[in-house]
């Protein structure tokens, strides 16, 4: 059974500060896939990276970061300089090779302050 | 490129009611998702078709929820009779799995309110 936790419930800073979102996920498969989505207050997810567990390079985007550690099974998302329209609900998800059907931690809600 | 497209975007019944969701997903991808999202919970998937094919509908609950995809482009999701615990966002996405690519776009979602 696949299953992702994301500890953080709700994270509040203020702009221009770091932020980082841990995401812990279990799995039985050696082969799989990890996502971070973006949930603005519109309500559409937004895709921001896929990851898969063979590449444990971490990865910049710009002002977003990501730490896949497969030691840990943990696979952190960190924004740097953080801005107003960074508020938004933050999903981890782990898929499996194959059917690709998405298993979603509970969120994070990221709250920037101007 | 047009993405996701559901209807309605908020929707309230009254228990025992019945209501139908809509889903046009991104022109050529084949598979298509519904998820379930409860409120401060990520969403679940309810069921996944592959073309007018399911996929897995091992979440969905099969005594109320029902979902067509007859002409593997569009699709539908009903709930007959709603419940007050099916209030949550019905989110729809869509994916170009035969073409190799993982990731799921998703439609802005169906609020359901069950009073």
């Known amino acids: 059974a696949q299953k992702v936790t994301q500890a953080q419930t709700e994270i509040s800073v203020v702009e221009k500060e770091d932020v980082t979102l841990d995401c812990v996920y279990e799995?039985?498969?050696?082969?799989?896939?990890l996502f971070w989505y973006k949930q603005p207050p519109s309500g559409e997810l937004v895709f921001l990276i896929r990851?898969?567990?063979?590449?444990?390079q971490n990865e910049i985007s710009g002002r977003y970061s990501w730490n896949f550690q497969k030691s840990t099974s943990s696979f952190n998302f960190t924004i740097t300089a953080s801005q107003v329209v960074d508020s938004a609900v933050y999903f981890c998800a782990l898929s499996e090779v194959g059917d690709y059907k998405l298993s979603f931690g509970a969120g994070t809600t990221v709250t920037v302050r101007a | 490129e047009a993405g996701v497209a559901q209807s309605p975007r908020y929707k309230i019944i009254e228990k025992r009611q019945s209501v139908a969701f809509w889903c046009n997903p991104i022109s050529g991808h084949a598979t298509l998702y519904w998820y379930q999202q409860i409120l401060g919970q990520g969403p679940k998937l309810l069921i996944q078709f592959q073309n007018n094919g399911v996929v897995d509908d091992s979440q969905l609950p099969k005594d109320r929820f029902s979902a067509e995809r007859l002409k593997g482009v569009d699709s539908t999701l009903k709930i007959q009779p709603a419940k007050l615990e099916d209030s949550a966002v019905y989110l729809c996405?869509?994916?170009?799995?035969?073409?190799?690519?993982?990731?799921?776009?998703f439609g802005q979602g169906t609020r359901l309110t069950v009073v």
């Open positions: 799995t039985r498969d050696t082969t799989y896939y």
């Open positions: 996405a869509s994916s170009d799995l035969l073409g190799g690519n993982t990731e799921a776009f």
């Open positions: 990851r898969n567990s063979f590449d444990e």
